[in-house]
């Protein structure tokens, strides 16, 4: 991160130097009038404005929380220990320099004091923003459908994600430039900010299989986001067997992950996957079914017709007269 930006965020702001001078605790009554701690995005962005920025406060224990928007996590310098509720469950998430974390509105968590260095980005982001940037990922997929789940609490296990993407050139910059927009305060800067937003998916989607790949220490979800790379690469051949191998992790603790985080085991992630590559397919090609079909993976015509008709309610070909790129 550039020098410049990173000397305005080590800034002490009023909040912080209230902390050091004694005050202590976060005050509650700047994010919330509600008895319950929920951050009031009325509270954090201007009225009209979707997308908003606000360094995180250091120095304090920031007490456990929920937000009614979509926050995500930007850790440009040193480090936070994020506890996250999961199932019940307490789950102790260390952010580093150029990790994400991405929380939505149902999760609860807390944060424990930061020091100087120790430099966070939240951007504070409303639901109905994120229309343009998932659109941009150009088609149906997992990773999609994982970004979907992850930022609308459609599955237990998703309501929160973690991202390691330190040394992500593309994905730094974007940040970075969508920090900058946000900072400058120009007028009309939504559109700017929904593309900057929607090429961070795409290069999260693209850099899938590199993203938080540490070795023994490689985290859950740097786990799931590679097996779910692999099934957008593989889908038409790929096996467990061969993922396992490459993730060298046993196919039983992959298979236990995959349904964990996105409700399906691998088998229907690649049926599921075999399907949405069928459907683009159709719509975007003249070409036959039958060779549709064999191109994504099947050698029995029948099941895949009857597969297709349970996804979509149609017939192929019912389908592709239904799309208007090509009825």
Avoid at 226 to 250: F, M, N, V
């Amino acid at each position: 991160m550039r020098r410049e930006l990173l000397e305005f965020l080590q800034k002490i702001t009023p909040e912080e130097q209230a902390i050091l001078d004694g005050g202590g605790d976060i005050r509650q009554e700047l994010y919330t009038s509600q008895r319950a701690f929920v951050v009031d995005s009325r509270r954090l962005l201007e009225t009209g404005r979707l997308i908003e920025i606000r360094p995180h406060t250091r120095f304090a224990h920031f007490p456990r929380h929920r937000h009614n928007y979509v926050e995500m996590v930007y850790q440009c310098a040193g480090s936070a220990s994020h506890l996250m509720d999961r199932g019940g469950q307490r789950e102790t998430v260390l952010l580093e320099a150029g990790d994400l974390l991405f929380l939505n509105q149902n999760v609860s968590h807390e944060i424990l004091p930061t020091g100087r260095d120790d430099l966070a980005v939240n951007f504070i982001i409303l639901p109905q923003f994120f229309s343009r940037p998932i659109s941009m990922i150009e088609r149906e997929n997992v990773l999609r459908d994982f970004l979907l789940a992850a930022l609308s609490g459609g599955v237990d296990g998703t309501g929160w994600l973690h991202i390691r993407a330190r040394g992500l050139v593309p994905v730094e910059n974007l940040l970075e430039s969508m920090i900058w927009t946000l900072l400058d305060r120009q007028g009309g800067t939504n559109t700017i900010l929904e593309t900057s937003l929607g090429l961070l998916f795409m290069n999260l989607s693209m850099y899938a299989g590199l993203i938080g790949r540490d070795g023994a220490g490689q985290g859950e979800q740097s786990l799931v986001f590679a097996a779910l790379k692999y099934i957008e690469d593989r889908y038409s051949d790929g096996t467990l067997a061969e993922l396992a191998r490459q993730l060298r992790q046993p196919e039983y603790h992959v298979s236990r992950l995959l349904k964990k985080y996105t409700g399906s085991n691998f088998k229907e992630l690649l049926q599921q996957r075999k399907l949405q590559q069928a459907a683009y397919l159709l719509e975007h090609t003249p070409l036959p079914v039958e060779t549709i079909l064999t191109y994504i993976g099947y050698d029995n015509s029948s099941y895949f017709y009857r597969r297709f008709r349970l996804r979509y309610g149609c017939s192929p070909k019912a389908y592709r007269s239904a799309c208007p790129s090509r009825g």
